[in-house]
């Protein structure tokens, strides 16, 4: 795309304690209004959270808002978007040299998202052995659809869909739409998903019986309902299995998508070839007082484990590590990020020797060859 893509990483519960293995990757798509700074699933949803104790990268590409997650054929807005191309074929070897994944994938989106996943999914063949929409428009040419995402598009960023597939009777439209790639989807574990459009329990009700405050949210969802049928409808006539939830209430909106997210992840792990839940493990030694007073360490993800000239065991919110010199201290949020991308206990800066500690504009935790401050929303790294 000529620009610099950002992508966040959720990583594995084991990538630390395995450091030789391969982890397979979910891919989880953001929705129309994506916005550049963060993906929707850990902004507007609890993904963080929810897939620390699973044993999968889950990738979370940053931006494009209207994009549908497509190469368009020219310019708009100041962007020219190739997101097929990006996610199918340039990053995906990155992931591979770079942070241990394979060819075991899954995707996974919410509306826009959704829609992106069957597509992708269609066209490329091979690419992933699960997809999920949720609330996804899963036909793009039927009655009104094009001229529906027309202008959802415009609303979402003022983006023109000529500049996507050209006019609503390009046979590009054709190509990307999800119900006519239904037969390439033979083989692929499937997951269709979505609400009513009536009022339910995330929504404010309005004065109009079964209608929320939000009347676009109502009338998308009721879109993604109709165009959610239909799809499944094809796949029925094909004979390829699908798991499908319509729900009696809901709108378009992204507590409804979390719990979806939650909803599918047995499937999506049965097909990735990896645990839904997380092993038993516990905490003891010199680690255990530690796991015991820190609270937002929360519970515990692997066993204890050696690292070179100490020990470390993962939590859902950091990490412990002991060494002989430094005693046991836990390392999280920025601070612990900066310490992973610094190598951690085996780079520069060594086992931590302090917890954090307040400092005049921010706080900051120390280690044997240096320490690590973190104020104005950024960690920096000084090491002796």
Same mark, same amino acid.
């Given at each position: 795309?000529?620009?610099?893509?950002?992508?966040?990483?959720?990583?594995?519960?084991?990538?630390?304690?395995?450091?030789?293995?391969?982890?397979?990757?979910?891919?989880?798509?953001?929705?129309?209004?994506?916005?550049?700074?963060?993906?929707?699933? /850990?902004?507007?949803?609890?993904?963080?959270? !929810?897939?620390?104790?699973?044993?999968? /990268?889950?990738?979370?590409?940053?931006?494009?808002?209207?994009? !549908?997650?497509? &190469?368009?054929?020219?310019?708009?807005?100041?962007?020219?978007?190739?997101?097929?191309?990006?996610?199918?074929?340039?990053?995906?070897?990155?992931? &591979?040299?770079?942070?241990?994944?394979?060819?075991?994938?899954?995707?996974?989106?919410?509306?826009?998202?959704?829609?992106? $996943?069957?597509?992708?999914?269609?066209?490329?063949?091979? !690419?992933?052995?699960?997809?999920?929409?949720?609330?996804?428009?899963?036909?793009?040419?039927?009655?009104?659809?094009?001229?529906?995402?027309?202008?959802?598009?415009?609303?979402?960023?003022?983006?023109?869909?000529?500049?996507?597939?050209?006019?609503?009777?390009?046979?590009?439209?054709?190509?990307?739409?999800?119900?006519?790639?239904?037969?390439?989807?033979?083989?692929?574990?499937?997951?269709?998903?979505?609400?009513?459009?009536?009022?339910?329990?995330?929504?404010?009700?309005?004065?109009?019986?079964?209608?929320?405050?939000?009347? /676009?949210?109502?009338?998308?969802?009721?879109? *993604?309902?109709?165009?959610?049928?239909?799809?499944?409808?094809?796949?029925?006539?094909?004979?390829?299995?699908?798991?499908?939830?319509?729900?009696?209430?809901?709108?378009?909106?992204?507590?409804?998508?979390?719990?979806?997210?939650?909803?599918?992840?047995?499937?999506?792990?049965? *097909?990735?070839?990896?645990?839904?839940?997380?092993?038993?493990? *516990?905490?003891?030694?010199?680690?255990?007082?530690?796991?015991?007073?820190?609270?937002?360490?929360?519970?515990?993800?692997?066993?204890?484990?050696?690292?070179?000239?100490? $020990?470390?065991?993962?939590?859902?919110?950091?990490?412990?590590?002991?060494?002989? *010199?430094?005693?046991?201290?836990?390392?999280?949020?920025?601070?612990?990020? $900066?310490?992973?991308?610094?190598?951690?206990?085996?780079?520069?800066?060594?086992?931590?020797?302090?917890?954090?500690?307040?400092?005049?504009?921010?706080?900051?935790?120390?280690?044997?060859?240096?320490?690590? &401050?973190?104020?104005?929303?950024?960690?920096?790294?000084?090491?002796?």
């Amino acid at each position: 795309m000529g620009t610099r893509i950002q992508v966040q990483l959720l990583l594995p519960r084991e990538w630390n304690i395995k450091p030789d293995s391969r982890f397979p990757a979910l891919f989880l798509l953001d929705g129309l209004r994506a916005a550049d700074d963060e993906n929707g699933w /850990t902004k507007d949803a609890g993904a963080q959270a !929810f897939y620390a104790d699973k044993n999968v /990268t889950v990738v979370l590409p940053v931006g494009g808002q209207s994009s !549908f997650y497509t &190469d368009w054929r020219k310019p708009d807005n100041g962007k020219f978007y190739r997101w097929e191309t990006f996610l199918t074929k340039e990053l995906p070897p990155l992931l &591979d040299r770079e942070w241990r994944t394979g060819n075991v994938r899954a995707i996974a989106g919410l509306s826009m998202g959704g829609t992106a $996943a069957m597509t992708l999914v269609g066209r490329n063949p091979g !690419f992933a052995r699960f997809a999920a929409s949720y609330s996804g428009l899963l036909t793009t040419t039927t009655l009104g659809m094009p001229q529906a995402i027309r202008y959802s598009m415009h609303d979402s960023g003022g983006y023109d869909s000529d500049a996507m597939w050209g006019s609503i009777n390009d046979a590009e439209w054709g190509t990307h739409d999800p119900y006519a790639l239904a037969e390439h989807l033979k083989g692929v574990s499937l997951y269709v998903s979505s609400g009513s459009g009536l009022v339910g329990v995330y929504d404010i009700p309005s004065g109009i019986p079964g209608v929320s405050t939000s009347f /676009t949210a109502t009338a998308l969802e009721m879109l *993604a309902r109709v165009s959610s049928l239909q799809f499944v409808a094809k796949l029925n006539k094909l004979s390829i299995p699908v798991q499908v939830n319509y729900r009696p209430s809901g709108t378009h909106s992204w507590p409804y998508w979390d719990f979806e997210m939650r909803q599918s992840w047995p499937q999506a792990a049965a *097909a990735l070839g990896v645990e839904a839940a997380k092993p038993g493990c *516990a905490s003891a030694g010199a680690i255990l007082p530690v796991a015991l007073a820190k609270s937002w360490l929360g519970e515990c993800l692997t066993p204890e484990f050696a690292v070179a000239g100490g $020990a470390a065991q993962d939590f859902k919110g950091g990490r412990v590590f002991w060494s002989q *010199a430094g005693g046991a201290h836990p390392v999280g949020g920025m601070i612990g990020g $900066a310490y992973e991308g610094a190598a951690g206990p085996t780079g520069a800066l060594g086992f931590p020797i302090s917890d954090e500690s307040p400092i005049s504009n921010g706080v900051r935790q120390n280690f044997q060859h240096g320490f690590i &401050d973190f104020h104005d929303g950024k960690a920096e790294i000084h090491a002796s």
